[in-house]
């Protein structure tokens, strides 16, 4: 469902088939809609079968980097005798993207689902479910949702009466970016300020609480209820273009759209027809500047590039950006690309922890950089200048958050030109008189 | 608050507080990362999280005041300070603030008396602050007034929005 539109004859709902149903919330009406049967034929299979329909199927994570969800699940140790865990990442803060929290407002049950069938395959007993703080009202449908999972007995010691401890934990986040990325999000559960660690040891190893952890988007998990139920080549049959981006994705659109809102297409849907046909194309006498499709930490595309552009992972690769989370940004042609870039640089500057020298000042200096260019203080050199602090900032961090801020200013700044040139040649006449 | 002095703290960890607190312990497997949620508990219980609030929570949770002060900051959204009876939220990161988030959160500040963000207006009524996303940038402008999140907010509705709270 294009939520909140109808769902859109050229969309293919399975995640987002029974968004805007408050029935669909419920225990007994997610029941009614085939809820839980999935978990139940997950209880009577082999963890590793469990691991090996979920990697035929294709599925990759949903939360930006699309990782093999099936080869992550197997880098998990196998009897180590350990406590093992999953954390579920609903940490949704990347600006573009806002998909997450309708599968946990309509679908929680399906989460809950997603999770649980998970836990088995990793063999972890417990789930912490990671809600940015500024989602109160998933938090309050995902609290409903799992007090009635535990009253019917789906969760619990004795899970659906398998014999087995299938237990989940709703954390609240507290306001903080950094806390998505899965290390940072392992600090923030055990209690500490949410400072990304530096890998090795990667979270199969050693995660949350020093444990076996792996680390799931919302979407991600929520697939693979489906994936059980209906099988692998079903899954991996759902396909416009590349054999290795299978299934749905739900992609959420904002910015000059007519209809903003989350949509769920097949991988390899044209971007073009997303954004004309599906949210029906720019506001009247309107054209298409430009596009951020997979949340902010992603290239900017051009007109051209979204031309003949499959979504989905290879294809966005191929066209100058990245697939990311599926938040797509949508600029028509009143934007100002170094505006906007620099509200972007500032986003990351306040949300850097600050601990990687080049992500702290590298920020910090590439939005003092775009606002004086702003304000008309700019200098030719400065583009040169933010393009070298911008590969300062990147492969050089312990985590990408640096790298995602250089992403909109190397190709903003190669890509849109324009924009910039205007801006420096709109210099103050003080400054002009001054030099 | 008396001139002399303040006055002697109120434990916070009493009656249902304390059950809700102790509620959290076997969710976990230690006391540490109860912080966050303790935390919480104490923003729900008086509104902000004071020094003696701190003190109070490294006790129960075996922790030193500093450590708990060095967490809390690392959080925008806990509260160091009073605010206003209702604070608001509004985001104005680039998907929104292309839509007109910025002149909602101007329109925010003029109607609620604050003057400034980050100001609490002088009848103690609301605090306005700017927030980067807020998850929900198809439906500009959202905002937060305490745990109310709204969408889709214009510089029209604002008036009506805040009459709702006294
Ligand atoms: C700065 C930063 C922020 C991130 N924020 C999120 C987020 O909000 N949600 C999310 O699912 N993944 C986020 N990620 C990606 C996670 O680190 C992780 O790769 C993902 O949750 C894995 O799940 P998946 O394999 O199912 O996609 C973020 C990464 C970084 C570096
Ligand atoms: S890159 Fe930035 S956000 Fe990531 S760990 Fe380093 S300082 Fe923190
Ligand atoms: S940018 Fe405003 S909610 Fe995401």
Redesign the interface.
């Known amino acids: 469902m294009g939520y909140p539109h109808p769902i859109h004859p050229r969309e293919t709902p399975v995640l987002s088939q029974h968004f805007g149903q408050a029935a669909a919330r419920t225990y007994t009406g997610w029941v009614e809609r085939g809820g839980y049967q999935a978990l139940r034929k997950a209880i009577g299979m082999a963890p590793d079968d469990i691991i090996a329909e979920v990697k035929a199927s294709g599925l990759r994570g949903r939360g930006g980097a699309g990782f093999p969800t099936g080869l992550k699940w197997s880098f998990m140790p196998k009897d180590d005798g350990k406590?093992h865990y999953l954390c579920c990442n609903a940490d949704?803060?990347?600006?573009?993207?806002?998909k997450?929290?309708e599968v946990m407002r309509w679908t929680p049950h399906a989460l809950i689902e997603g999770c649980a069938i998970a836990q088995l395959a990793i063999r972890a007993d417990v789930t912490y479910i990671y809600i940015?703080?500024?989602?109160?009202?998933p938090y309050h449908v995902m609290q409903r949702a799992l007090a009635e999972a535990y009253a019917e007995g789906v969760l619990g010691a004795n899970a659906l009466g398998s014999g087995k401890r299938i237990d989940m934990?709703i954390?609240?986040?507290?306001?903080?970016?950094i806390c998505g990325e899965e290390t940072a999000m392992m600090n923030?559960?055990?209690?500490?300020?949410?400072n990304p660690r530096i890998k090795p040891p990667f979270p199969a190893v050693a995660g949350l609480?020093g444990q076996p952890t792996t680390i799931n988007n919302v979407e991600t998990l929520a697939a693979v209820p489906a994936i059980i139920n209906r099988g692998a080549a079903w899954y991996a049959g759902l396909s416009l273009s590349s054999p290795k981006s299978t299934g749905t994705k739900l992609i959420?659109?904002?910015?000059?759209v007519q209809r903003?809102?989350?949509y769920e297409i097949t991988l390899g849907f044209p971007m073009k027809d997303l954004i004309y046909d599906l949210c029906g194309g720019m506001r009247p006498g309107r054209t298409l500047k430009a596009v951020i499709p997979g949340g902010?930490s992603v290239p900017i595309m051009t007109p051209d590039e979204v031309e003949a552009c499959p979504t989905d992972y290879e294809g966005i690769v191929a066209h100058g950006s990245m697939l990311g989370s599926g938040?797509m940004?949508v600029?028509d042609d009143s934007?100002d690309l170094v505006y906007?870039i620099m509200?972007?640089a500032r986003?990351y500057a306040?949300?850097s922890?600050a601990q990687c020298t080049n992500c702290r000042e590298g920020t910090a200096w590439t939005t003092r950089i775009l606002e004086r260019m702003l304000a008309g203080e700019g200098k030719q050199s400065d583009l040169d200048l933010l393009l070298d602090l911008s590969d300062q900032m990147t492969g050089k961090t312990i985590c990408v958050l640096s790298d995602s801020c250089a992403a909109p200013v190397v190709s903003g700044i190669h890509k849109f030109r324009a924009d910039f040139d205007a801006c420096l040649s709109r210099v103050r006449p003080a400054v002009m008189a001054g030099v | 608050m008396t001139a002399h002095g303040t006055t002697p703290h109120q434990p916070i960890f009493a009656g249902d507080v304390l059950a809700k607190l102790e509620a959290l312990y076997p969710?976990?497997?230690?006391k540490?990362?109860?912080?966050?949620?303790a935390?919480?508990l104490v923003q729900e219980a008086r509104g902000w999280v004071s020094d003696d609030a701190v003190r109070e929570v490294a006790e129960r949770?075996d922790l030193t005041p500093s450590y708990v002060r060095?967490?809390l900051t690392?959080?925008?959204?806990?509260h160091k300070h009073p605010v206003g009876r209702h604070f608001i939220?509004v985001c104005?990161?680039?998907?929104c603030?292309?839509?007109g988030a910025e002149d909602v959160a101007r329109t925010l500040v003029e109607h609620s008396g604050c003057g400034d963000l980050g100001a609490t207006s002088p009848d103690g009524r609301f605090t306005v602050i700017e927030?980067?996303?807020?998850?929900?940038?198809?439906?500009?402008t959202p905002i937060?007034i305490d745990?109310?999140?709204i969408e889709s907010v214009t510089p029209e509705r604002v008036p009506e929005l805040l009459a709702r709270y006294p």
């Open positions: 406590p949704e803060s990347e600006p573009g993207t806002f997450d929290r940015r703080g500024e989602f109160t009202e934990v954390h609240r986040g507290a306001g903080a970016y923030s559960i055990e209690g500490r300020r949410g609480f959420s659109v904002c910015g000059h903003p809102g989350t902010s938040g940004i600029m934007t906007q509200r972007l986003f306040h949300e922890c | 969710k976990y497997p230690d540490r990362s109860v912080l966050l949620p935390l919480w949770l060095g967490v690392f959080y925008t959204m806990y939220q104005t990161t680039s998907p603030g292309m839509c927030v980067e996303c807020l998850g929900a940038c198809g439906f500009p937060l745990d109310d999140f």
